[in-house]
């Protein structure tokens, strides 16, 4: 689970939610998240996959009722993993771009429109002509061999080379969603490259991607530090510091909802809390395992790891700013193109920049490929949870079979219009998808199932502990986190206004997509809920009392850990929990 602690998470999410939503102020409801939402969530999937050893879907052994939850967190890792490989692709397109001399988007070429500079452009000035003051463009003025008044120069709006370059070479951006294009044929080669790596490395499971990620967790600090001194070197460097942790920040965004909602599904975007990710994750632990600890230091890792990030690229927004003479709210467009604009204009100030942008890029290649193990591997545990037989025999077909379905559903996140369907797809299921399923979770394993017969289960795995140990994690379970998440969920509803990419608007029918993908994701929850009511036995009361009881076969998976409060526990092999055979078609079809 280190690789949670670093991912694209923190080097590309964070500090582009930071940057829309006022800078240094988003870091006050970024910490109050992590501490009464991310990290409470963080340990109860954590604990829930480490004690019964199941995936996403099956876990929910635990509550028939709220299968559909399971359901639901598989389906948005399946919508996030789609176009989290696209920022993969990104990520190899500028990689194999570093293999010149010279950085393609060190300098404007040919490429590059009027409005690409490196420097500052005059617009036009007062100058002094034949004794009067005259107000002229400055083509006019060079050409008379006049100068520009002190205090009356205009400056044109100016673009980096390195933001043309992203919008006009990497996307052959279009004008909104409705004007597709072509597909990118460079990108969709990358795309496809970069799902035969998370193919290939997931053919043998866990274990494998788990040597993987010794040296992608450690490998970005160094890059990170390279870019941190390098960026606090520049001029104008400042300016970029002081809007991330100063003067500059913009604390009234703190009244939008926006901002909260942003801070809580930016911590459950790079724990992978609420993605059904953590607990099949954790169900590989050893069931005496400390889930404590590792909460804490992940969470805490994660949180440092972010911030860090943060000052290494908004000191390179500082300079930026400085050169163009703008502010530092208003040097990108968008904030979703951050790591692909501030960094490589950073990279292009180093000496042998070519080398640099090399490591930094396959630095952010390892970052993604990190955390798309974990997306792939939620899909995979599910699958195997369901079909534990045909998984045991044909795991690399299957795997195979799931990664080119999701590479044909990610064209259309490389045709023209793609960096549009990217944000889509990350603002709402990415966004409200995640909190619609943390309050669920959450409710319906303290207020249902027992908050405190689950804290009894936590300690057959960790020890017996202290009330005073529990205090935090009841007041969390029991009250602040869903009363925090209910509260920014039904706010962010209320206050919810049509998605933009930068200053484009998208159109009606594309935020009419964007809320088909929830209805789609949490749809499962219902419908689930009333299949397994209309399977009990009984009257429509014994029914629902029943689905909220644990199944039969609900506990640890080994007999040696079940002690006397599980002795009672069907054994899996011997009796299997009757599965919905159309829920189960759904999630193999989907993934």
């Known amino acids: 689970m280190v690789g949670y602690a ?98 393609p988007w060190s300098d404007c070429f040919s490429w590059a429109d009027e409005f690409c500079s490196k420097t500052r452009l005059v617009s036009d000035c007062n100058a002094t002509l034949d004794g009067e003051i005259i107000h002229a463009n400055y083509s006019f003025i060079t050409n008379n061999n006049l100068t520009c008044m002190n205090g009356t120069i205009n400056y044109k709006p100016v673009q980096f080379p390195s933001e043309q370059y992203w919008n006009k070479v990497t996307l052959q951006r279009s004008s909104g969603l409705d004007e597709t294009g072509n597909i990118v044929w460079y990108l969709a080669l990358c795309l496809l490259l970069s799902w035969m790596i998370v193919g290939a490395a997931l053919f043998k499971g866990i274990k494998s991607s788990g040597k993987v990620v010794y040296f992608t967790a450690l ?36 009244m939008e909802a926006e901002v909260w909602k942003d801070a809580a599904t930016q911590i459950f975007y790079s724990l992978s809390v609420a993605w059904g990710g953590l607990v099949a994750l954790s169900s590989y ?27 290494a690229i908004f000191s390179i927004l500082g300079h930026m700013a400085f050169v163009s003479k703008r502010p530092v709210s208003e040097v990108v467009d968008s904030g979703f193109d951050l790591a692909f604009v501030a960094y490589p204009e950073a990279l292009s100030k180093l000496p042998v920049s070519p080398l640099w942008s090399f490591l930094f890029f396959f630095m952010l290649v390892l970052l993604g490929l990190d955390s798309q193990f974990a997306s792939i591997e939620t899909l995979t545990t599910t699958i195997h949870d369901i079909y534990p037989e045909a998984m045991k025999k044909l795991r690399v077909p299957i795997t195979l079979g799931v990664c080119i379905l999701l590479f044909f559903l990610g064209l259309i996140c490389v045709t023209q219009a793609g960096i549009y369907w990217v944000n889509l797809i990350d603002h709402f299921c990415a966004g409200w998808g995640i909190l619609i399923a943390a309050v669920l979770e959450i409710i319906g394993i303290v207020y249902i199932y027992g908050g405190n ?96 009881r644990p199944a039969a076969n609900w506990g640890p998976y080994l007999e040696c850990h079940r002690g006397e409060r599980y002795s009672h526990v069907v054994d899996p092999k011997k009796e299997k929990e009757h599965e919905i055979p159309t829920v189960s078609g759904f999630v193999y079809t989907q993934q």
């Open 219 to 254: 490998f970005p600090y160094v890059i990170l530090l390279i870019l941190l001194v390098r960026g606090a070197t520049l001029e104008g460097a400042r300016d970029g510091i002081e809007y991330y942790i100063g003067t500059q920040s913009n604390i009234t965004k703190l």
């Open 285 to 311: 632990n050893k069931f005496h395992n400390n889930c404590y600890s590792d909460a804490i230091m992940v969470c805490v890792t994660n949180c440092l790891t972010s911030i860090f990030a943060g000052f």
């Open 6 to 103: 670093v991912g694209l998470g923190n080097v590309w999410r964070f500090p582009y939610l930071t940057y829309q939503n006022g800078g240094g102020a988003f870091l006050i409801p970024y910490t109050l998240m992590l501490a009464l939402a991310g990290l409470p969530l963080f340990f109860m999937e954590c604990s829930l996959g480490q004690f019964a050893s199941l995936g996403p879907v099956s876990i929910w052994r635990i509550l028939p009722l709220f299968q559909g939850v399971g359901i639901t967190m598989v389906i948005i890792s399946t919508f996030v993993t789609i176009y989290y490989n696209v920022i993969i692709a990104y990520a190899l397109y500028y990689l194999f771009a570093s293999f010149q001399k010279v950085l």
């Open 453 to 548: 017969r689950f804290i009894e289960d936590i300690e057959m795995m960790i020890g017996k502990k202290s009330r005073l140990f529990w205090l935090w994690w009841r007041a969390c379970w029991f009250f602040v986190t869903p009363v925090l998440l209910m509260a920014i969920l039904v706010w962010s509803l209320v206050t919810f206004s049509t998605p933009t990419y930068g200053s484009v608007l998208y159109p009606t029918w594309g935020t009419v997509v964007g809320w088909c993908m929830i209805i789609f994701c949490v749809i499962w929850i219902p419908v689930i809920a009333i299949v397994k009511i209309a399977k009990a036995e009984g009257n429509l009361c014994q029914r629902i009392v029943n689905c909220c």
